[in-house]
């Protein structure tokens, strides 16, 4: 028993998948802030283009 709990301690294989893991959702959180961020430049851009042309 001690030594199939010693063998649980030692092993890694699912830390490093958590890893791996958080990085992903990490990566992809930025991802969605980015998107986020251009999307709401975008959206202006269009919105003074709009103004300008109504004006017009």
Known sequence: MSKMFAR???DE???TAIEYG???AL???AIIIGAGAVGNSIG???NTI???LNAA
């Open 8 to 10: 649980f301690v030692k």
């Open 13 to 15: 294989s699912g830390a």
């Open 22 to 24: 958080l990085i992903a």
């Open 27 to 29: 990566i992809a959180l």
């Open 44 to 46: 202006a851009k269009f």
């Open 50 to 52: 709009a103004t300008k």
